[in-house]
């Protein structure tokens, strides 16, 4: 029987303020966590290639009259091999070299008696500037004309990618919040502005602003938590449909690494409640002060 | 409440903004348990006087005191908080027309921070009282002005209110309604309730024992006074 259920419907006809509520959140929310995971994976891919360039170095021997380039890179591969933060030193061969060298020169025309620089691939543990700096002097000693080349340009690009992206990640479910905040607010006011004879009647029959803007937590809670909920396992059921497409792109499978966003997705939920609940507090306690003023 | 006067009104003046009194050098005691019919022309002041009664506005010059306590100067929570021992009967009704008719009587409890369970049982006991078993679960347009003035007088009462107001409560209903709404304020009066409803024009009702103050242009004219 619907008279034994509780009296908590003070302010207006609660279907529709809920519904347009729970699809504005949810989609706020999904919006967010959609940007916020895909960052946080390119930010992961990111970091993965920033690891994998830091860890190669290469050492490059010219040619010099009356050196043979191939003993001299395999003297430089020994040396270099002595020191403890290489795990590897290999020198190419003159094919893997006229690989490397095709897009600039046209290797089929260059004779056998054309001689190439030598090219040793290295494997570091760490990357260090001033680490791989005595190691290019260790070498230089033995092998002189050895030239140290690292990655740093594409290392740069790679930190300045990162920065970005992580600015892209959190700010995007940043501004979405604040439209949140903005459409809140707004919707808030407007409601409270359609209830003012019944405001007015609650405040007549005793009620104090707290208690009204109690009611209107009340309302803003269940549909913002529902919303958010969902909107996260939305965006979780996305992330794992897409590293299940078999898409055969490196980036797009990182998406089967819950570990990468799922804890951050997880806070969704929990800031856009905290955001809706701050917002409407607001809201309410400034239209309700408003009409109390008029 | 310690005091037997339920409101005590001294020298109390009110007026809008620069505008000329609307209420002048009233004095009025209400005892406890009595029951007073205010009369007086469209005009006279006896919304206003209701509206100071009800602390929705403050005397401009004057004392109030409200179960023995002063209000004239009273913060606004305060004058929320006192106005939970007052009920009234708003002359436009002011139901609230997505609520049924339990959920606008049991307003006032639920306002009061009180749960279901505790006031079902006194909110289920006035609908019967007032009449309204069958129309328990009905919203407000779709009752009668009968009924809605029956469901206002029970959400009044509802909070057993120590002193109960009400505005015109038979000015929109026809003659046979309003006896019948009377004779409820006659019987919350013989349960103690202090009774004090505004009407330009009183109904004759031989078994309530009121008093009848008139009011004119902003003046209280007590019985056995004379207006100066």
């Known amino acids: ?294 | 409440m310690p005091t037997s006067d339920v409101l005590r009104l001294e020298n109390v003046n009110v007026r809008y903004g620069d505008s000329a009194e609307v209420l002048r050098e009233v004095n009025f005691t209400v005892p406890r348990g009595s029951f007073h019919f205010i009369v007086g022309a469209s005009g006279a002041g006896k919304s206003t006087l209701l509206k100071l009664l009800f602390l929705s506005l403050r005397p401009s010059d004057g004392e109030m005191f409200l179960f023995g306590q002063p209000v004239h100067n009273a913060w606004r929570s305060r004058r929320v908080l006192l106005r939970r021992h007052i009920g009234m009967v708003f002359q436009d009704v002011r139901l609230i027309d997505h609520m049924s008719v339990y959920e606008n009587i049991a307003l006032p409890r639920a306002i009061a921070g009180e749960r279901e369970r505790d006031y079902r049982s006194d909110v289920r006991a006035l609908i019967n009282w007032t009449g309204l078993e069958t129309r328990i679960d009905a919203y407000p347009p779709t009752l009668s002005d009968g009924e809605r003035q029956r469901v206002a007088i029970a959400r009044a009462v509802v909070a057993r209110p120590i002193l109960l107001l009400a505005d015109e409560p038979t000015g929109n209903v026809d003659g046979k309604v309003g006896s019948l709404l009377l004779q409820l304020f006659a019987e919350l009066n013989r349960l103690g309730t202090t009774v004090l409803i505004t009407t330009h024009n009183p109904v004759e009702q031989d078994d309530i024992d009121a008093q009848l103050v008139r009011l004119e242009r902003g003046r209280l004219i007590l019985p056995g006074t004379e207006a100066p």
């Open chain 1, 1 to 294: 029987m619907r008279s034994a259920r509780l009296t908590k419907q003070w302010l207006l006809p609660a279907r529709a303020s809920s519904i347009l509520l729970f699809f504005a959140v949810g989609t706020m929310c999904y919006l967010a966590a959609i940007s916020l995971g895909t960052g946080l994976l390119l930010v992961h891919a990111v970091d993965g290639w920033t690891q994998e360039i830091s860890s190669r170095a290469s050492l490059r021997i010219d040619v010099l009259e009356g050196r043979d380039t191939q003993i001299a890179a395999q003297q430089a591969a020994r040396a270099a091999e002595r020191n403890p933060n290489v795990i590897r030193a290999a020198p190419l061969s003159r094919e893997e070299i006229e690989a490397i060298l095709e897009p600039w020169l046209d290797t089929e025309e260059l004779g056998e008696e054309f001689e190439l620089p030598a090219i040793v691939n290295l494997r570091l543990r760490v990357y260090d500037k001033q680490v791989l700096g005595n190691l290019v002097n260790e070498i230089q000693r033995q092998v002189p004309g050895v030239v140290l080349e690292t990655h740093d340009a594409w290392r740069e690009r790679l930190e300045q990618t990162r920065r970005w992206t992580l600015a892209v990640a959190f700010g995007v479910p940043g501004l979405i919040a604040a439209v949140a905040i903005t459409v809140m607010l707004l919707a808030t006011h407007v409601v409270f502005t359609g209830n003012r004879p019944v405001i007015e009647l609650l405040h007549l029959l005793g009620a104090r602003n707290g208690d009204i803007a109690r009611a209107g937590r009340k309302r803003t809670f269940v549909p913002c938590l529902c919303a958010s909920v969902l909107a996260t396992l939305l965006a979780l059921a996305t992330f794992e449909a897409v590293a299940r497409a078999d898409t055969g792109h490196p980036l797009l499978e990182t998406a089967a690494n819950r570990e990468i966003y799922a804890g951050w997705l997880a806070l969704v939920p929990v800031a856009s409640i905290l955001i809706a609940r701050i917002s409407v507090r607001i809201a309410l306690i400034r239209s309700l002060a408003r009409l109390s003023r008029t």
